[in-house]
């Protein structure tokens, strides 16, 4: 034990007196480590561990896949759920439903998001309250009315209640109906985003489907409950067609972690695999570094092994000095991670992960981080100590030279590790050039619309209301109307689905006198006249329907420009006749105008926009009238000369006015947000911005790498050059020989780093979709690099070049 306290007296001492050095180090590592530390523990939380429920690896979702691939969810009956939470497969299920709901007895309406619940959905999920309790048995009989209670979400808890802890027992209103608070849910109890969860009544009414989740039995396999719960679907879509695609469709299972996986699985790894780069690039730095100042030390550690010193004690003695870099850096890297895992988050989309995720510095986390700096500390440690603990004894201490230990191998490893650094690097600026690329494509990608001064405002309709289709259609135009005289709104527009960039919803369509086919797929779009002046879509041929045909439900539709190309390529859309399967009656969901279910005429064309994201093509799109089939819920596009959200409280005040109950929704946002708040957008841009700061990062760390072998070789060789210089040598024969000494190892990393581009492109596209493969970004990266390699190399090559004969002949 006093041995190792003296060895770390002696490394703090040998480190204290280089502070250059150590500081050099110390940042190499704290960048690579913070980094790494702070990507990590997005990929714990996110990946690894993001559901504090009960055996969520056997959680699943029920989902449809159709004959073009598109996956979708789907609902089941009350008597349907009976039926399949008794398969064999099944070891418990829970039933789900959704509704926008309001805290009445304010100055205006607050929208909440009710999530109703099955009694056993607590029981189910496994995650106790975090005050009272949660829904059980005795709130909801099935058949009979639930009981009165809510457990409020922690959020909402915080919020509304200001967290308080006596909050148990008291009442909450909820559109005008009294409800006692039994629970508080936990902090990691977010399903469904709910802010308050109440009992689900499970009635036999065949019409009525929701979401309904699984647990799997122990062992259980995706493929075999797969197999023996076909069966039972097939039956249920023949007993509620309604409720199944009218086309062929495969029932799959998916794991409650699989869509967020696809979503930003492939973005994380890619960035984890950028700070691993950047954490060898680091640890590159750190071994330059320490072989280049084992040039000083030669003589030192020659005189301790002449003395009696072992190999084994040196090299212990070098690898105490790593050790504690590298702890350092480690601890210093977790307090960067704090500050970088903050910036992470804010740039992650904000619906590509669970918000269940813990995205914070735990302890696993931790242990991960200690790891990393005891690999890193015995990675970077371990070469140079192999090296530096072997040098020529007799010529060290005959000639008290300071040429390097094992200078051919030296020289070797130096050259490998910059030429590795140069690799990595490379490959980190052409990754992060390609990415920011396609995020700036993507940027100025043409929208066919114009977002500008334009909100959508979502309106839910409560349950039990307006049940009818004239009570229905009358109120969504009254609201339009009332909205229309709020100062500063210049336009408004009913949109109940067709908000872009993505929008509407696909479904198979007939052309009148045409065979149909399941490939005849369109986007349907439910507006009124003014969405196309609103969002200043062009009309290309024919006409609009005007407001009368709007309120009266009128049978004709409007197409956009690649339906009208696709379908009728000699241009003579107009005119013809189609209709659409799945717009049926449905109350309450769904309320058809008196022959809305019949032949739509296409009166018009208008021009393409984005209406199926921002880098896929424009899919075929028809737009029907608003009143034609009415949802429980609609959006009101608004128009405005000003900053539109300033306007959603007078607009708020306005729908209130026509129904005091009605409120909009919580998350409004103009469309341009609407367009930043997409999911591919986030994506891009996250991977944009991480990627060019890591290769930043990774930029000045590898040129503090070269300027220090540069630097540290013409120390070495200061006696050299003097003499040279002493026999007439000039001054750029001089700063030839310096750069010749790491032309090698530059030009043999940028072509290992262009292999690895080429080669790593193909990942990067799959994981990284939109970046840009432009080869002249390749060519922007390659001049970026060899300049700053020229820098690196050029400053102590200078120093080289003015070193005066005669003090180097003394020296």
Excluded at 487 to 502: C, E, L, R, W
Excluded at 558 to 585: C, Q, W
Excluded at 652 to 665: E, F, H, I, K, L
Aim: with cysteine.
């Amino acid at each position: 034990m006093s041995t190792l306290f003296q060895d770390l007296r002696y490394a703090l001492r040998q480190l204290v007196k280089s502070p250059g050095f150590t500081l050099t180090a110390i940042i190499s590592l704290t960048l690579g480590i913070g980094a790494t530390t702070a990507v990590f523990s997005i990929v714990h939380a996110v990946l690894m561990n993001p559901y504090p429920y009960a055996a969520p690896d056997r959680m699943v979702h029920l989902r449809l896949r159709d004959k073009s691939g598109r996956e979708n969810g789907f609902g089941l009956t009350s008597p349907q759920y009976q039926v399949i939470r008794q398969s064999p497969v099944v070891e418990s299920a829970f039933m789900e439903e959704d509704w926008n709901l309001t805290v009445t007895g304010h100055d205006l309406p607050e929208d909440v998001n009710g999530i109703y619940l099955t009694s056993n959905s607590f029981e189910h999920l496994g995650v106790p309250a975090a005050l009272g309790r949660g829904l059980i048995s005795a709130d909801a009989v099935d058949g009979q009315d639930p009981q009165p209670v809510v457990v409020l979400g922690f959020k909402f808890w915080q919020r509304h209640f200001n967290a308080d802890p006596k909050v148990l027992g008291q009442t909450l209103q909820l559109v005008r109906k009294n409800y006692t608070i039994v629970g508080v849910a936990a902090q990691r109890f977010t399903w469904g985003d709910g802010d308050v969860y109440l009992p689900l009544k499970v009635t036999q009414d065949p019409t009525r489907s929701d979401y309904v989740g699984l647990r799997l039995k122990p062992g259980v396999t995706h493929q075999a409950a797969v197999a023996a719960l076909t069966p039972m679907i097939l039956q249920f879509a023949k007993d509620t067609p309604k409720h199944f695609p009218t086309d062929h469709f495969e029932f799959f299972l998916s794991g409650l972690n699989e869509d967020f996986v696809k979503q930003i699985g492939g973005a994380l790894y890619l960035l984890f695999g950028a700070v691993a780069f950047l954490l060898l690039i680091g640890c590159s730095n750190v071994s330059i570094l320490l072989m280049a100042r084992g040039t000083s030390r030669q003589h030192e550690l020659a005189v301790r092994m002449a003395v009696g010193a072992t190999r084994a004690r040196v090299i212990r003695q070098l690898l105490t000095e790593a050790l504690i870099l590298s702890l350092t850096g480690a601890a210093l890297g977790v307090l960067l991670a704090y500050k970088l895992l903050a910036v992470i988050v804010s740039l992650l989309p904000q619906y590509s992960f669970p918000h269940e995720a813990a995205i914070q510095i735990n302890l696993p986390v931790l242990f991960f981080s200690v790891a990393v700096a005891l690999l890193t500390g015995v990675l970077f440690g371990l070469w140079p100590a192999l090296q530096l603990s072997r040098p020529d004894v007799g010529q060290v201490m005959q000639a008290g030279t300071r040429k390097i230990a094992g200078s051919i191998s030296g020289k070797a490893t130096n050259n490998l590790l910059i030429g590795g650094q140069i690799a990595l690097t490379l490959v980190m600026l052409a990754a992060a050039g390609a990415a920011i690329e396609g995020f700036l494509k993507l940027m100025h990608t043409s929208l066919g619309y114009d977002p500008h001064n334009v909100m959508s405002v979502g309106i839910p309709v409560h349950d039990g209301t307006y049940k009818t289709w004239e009570a229905r259609s009358a109120y969504f135009e009254q609201l339009r109307a009332r909205v229309s005289t709020v100062p500063g709104v210049k336009m408004t527009a009913i949109s109940s689905n067709a908000t872009p960039p993505s929008n509407g919803f696909p479904t198979t369509v007939e052309f009148l006198g045409k065979q149909a086919q399941d490939s005849q797929k369109v986007l349907i779009n439910v507006v009124s006249p003014t969405y196309f002046p609103l969002l200043r879509v062009p009309k290309l041929q024919g006409r609009i329907w005007d407001e009368t045909e709007d309120r009266n439900g009128a049978r004709v539709t409007v197409i956009n420009e690649t339906m009208a190309r696709l379908y009728f390529p000699k241009g003579d859309a107009v005119g013809h006749s189609m209709k659409i399967p799945a717009l049926k009656e449905e109350p309450p969901y769904s309320l058809m105008a008196p022959g809305g279910d019949d032949w739509l005429q296409i009166v018009g064309v208008v021009g393409d926009k984005k209406d199926d994201g921002l880098m896929k093509p424009v899919a075929p799109e028809a737009f029907v009238p608003s009143a034609l089939t009415m949802r429980m819920y609609t959006q009101i596009l608004v128009r405005s000369d000003v900053s539109p959200l300033t306007l959603l409280h007078a607009i708020g005040a306005q729908v209130s006015a026509v129904d005091a109950d009605q409120q909009v929704n919580a998350n409004v946002q103009d469309l341009e947000h609407w367009i930043s708040g997409e999911q591919y957008w986030q994506q891009q841009r996250l991977v944009a911005w991480l990627f060019g700061a890591f290769a930043v990062l990774a930029l000045s760390l590898a040129a503090v790498g070269l300027y220090s072998v540069v630097s540290y070789t013409v120390a070495q060789r200061t006696g050299e050059f003097g003499i040279r210089m002493a026999l007439g040598a000039q001054r750029e024969h001089v700063l030839r020989i310096v750069f010749q000494s790491t032309v090698v190892s530059v030009a043999g990393g940028i072509a290992v780093g262009l292999v690895l581009t080429i080669a790593l492109q193909r990942l990067m596209a799959h994981w990284a979709e939109g970046s840009s493969h432009d080869p002249l970004i390749l060519v922007f990266v390659l001049l970026v690099l060899s300049g700053v390699a020229l820098i690196a190399c050029a400053v102590p090559a200078r120093r080289a070049s003015l070193v005066d004969p005669v003090t180097a002949l003394r020296n």
